[in-house]
């Protein structure tokens, strides 16, 4: 990824004086690389968090472009073994530096914003620092260039602070994540937010009058009743011998939702579909053998809540020192910080219109010391347990995924047992 990048800048510096400076321009071609190798970390990264964060009985719909992200900022400021982990769950190369993180994240930012096309999703980034908390101006200029992330300071011994935090978040998301943060303890010194909003009509819309009532099955033998979306057309479907899916596009052609149906019904069946198709290579691959069939789709009208504190499940991935002890954080302050918490909260909502999913990462720091197409149609209806993502078809990187186990029409239906 990165000898792309030191190829794509020439011999000149990204990093002058520690902090990141744009190119004057920009290669189409090997920018395309870059941001292809940068959507292969996302998702392999994004394949390791759904599966450790998935547990059977239950919802789990994440966005690991969002996780993803607001990790890579607290990255900037870190330095030898707390590194080393950083760059292990991104699957990146060990010899790539912080600076690198920030010199491909400040390409892919510029890039954006040089770009005359819409975006498919609205990504707004933040730092919240503590009043007494010295801070590395670098770091601040780094954030602030590479991911296009404000800094502001707040009187962490106010409990408005965590209102403001949590507002921020609200307006980012349109009021589709609230209350990020419950409130913030006597220890913390800074709070990096990620938010990602999605909104966007389908392209073929589904006819209200042919929404009907339906049932939706449960692996434990049982039912939901739901609301069931009903159309006819030519569609992107894909089939092999474990699974069948189709590839769903919104107006801006770029966007797709992806559902997967496991051939067997099964919770091991859904657990294996999962594991085969969400790493990059395997979900290019996967996207890519669609084929235009006729297609009757039945899909459930439906919306789900989900909440996760991620701190055992990046621990278990391999980001272990940065919640202790041993963090090492120079970059960002002399202060010794380690992570307390990463929140991650989630929004989908499915319609006869379209798709809105929202999605918010906080991640709370500490100061370390203080505390711890044939004739007939082939039918795909979406009545059982199955595996969605929402990602962009120019570089197959999934900004939403998801293994949904239960829906219900118009409600939410959040990160509960069934």
């Known amino acids: 990824m990165f000898l792309v990048l030191a190829f794509l800048m020439g011999n000149s510096e990204s990093l002058r004086s520690g902090t990141y400076h744009p190119p004057a ?113 670098d770091f601040l200029a780094n954030a602030d260039r590479a991911f296009d992330a ?13 209102q403001t935090i949590n ?23 800074a709070v990096i937010v990620n938010t990602i909003y999605f909104k966007m009509d389908w392209q ?46 919104f107006e801006n ?11 067997d019904d099964t919770e091991e069946a859904l657990r294996h579909c999962a594991e085969s198709i969400l790493s990059n290579d395997a979900f290019s691959a996967f996207v890519q053998s669609k084929k235009r069939l006729l297609v009757n789709l039945s899909l459930p009208r439906f919306s789900l809540e989900c909440s996760y504190e991620l701190n055992d499940i990046l621990k278990s991935m391999g980001l272990q020192d940065a919640f202790t002890e041993d963090a090492q954080f120079p970059g960002i302050s002399t202060e010794r910080l380690a992570i307390d918490a990463v929140i991650h909260k989630t929004k989908l909502e499915v ?11 906080a991640i709370m720091m500490r100061v370390m010391g203080f505390v711890d197409e044939p004739k007939i149609p082939t039918y795909f209806t979406v009545d059982r347990p199955f595996i969605t993502a929402l990602f962009d078809s120019r570089t197959n990187q999934v900004f939403f995924s998801g293994i949904i186990r239960s829906v219900s029409s118009g409600e939410t239906n959040g990160h509960t047992e069934l």
Do not use: C
């Open 253 to 263: 052609p770029f966007a797709n939702m992806l559902i997967v149906l496991p051939k």
């Open 167 to 189: 507002k921020w978040v609200d307006t980012q998301t349109h009021g589709m994540i609230k209350n990020i943060i419950d409130s913030l303890s006597a220890d913390i010194r």
């Open 351 to 361: 319609t006869e219109n379209g798709v809105a999913a929202a999605a918010a990462t």
């Open 25 to 137: 321009k920009m290669d189409i071609e090997q920018l395309q690389h870059v941001r292809k190798e940068h959507a292969r970390s996302v998702n392999d990264f994004g394949k390791d968090l759904l599966l450790t964060t998935d547990k059977p009985g239950s919802n789990t719909f994440i966005s690991p472009l969002s996780v993803y992200d607001a990790l890579s900022i607290v990255a900037f400021g870190a330095a030898n073994r707390t590194l080393d982990q950083f760059k292990h769950i991104f699957h990146l190369d060990t010899s790539n530096s912080a600076e690198d993180l920030v010199t491909v994240a400040g390409l892919l930012t510029t890039a954006k914003q040089r770009e005359n096309t819409p975006p498919l999703f609205t990504e707004a980034n933040s730092i919240w620092l503590s009043n007494t908390l010295s801070v590395n101006p």
């Open 150 to 162: 404000t800094a502001k300071k707040l009187n962490f011994g106010s409990p408005q602070a965590a």
């Open 204 to 249: 073929s819309k589904f006819d209200a009058m042919k929404t009907n009532d339906g049932f939706f099955k449960l692996f434990n033998s049982g039912r939901v009743k739901v609301k069931m979306m009903n159309q006819e057309g030519q569609m992107e479907y894909i089939r092999n011998d474990k699974m069948s899916a189709v590839v769903l596009p």
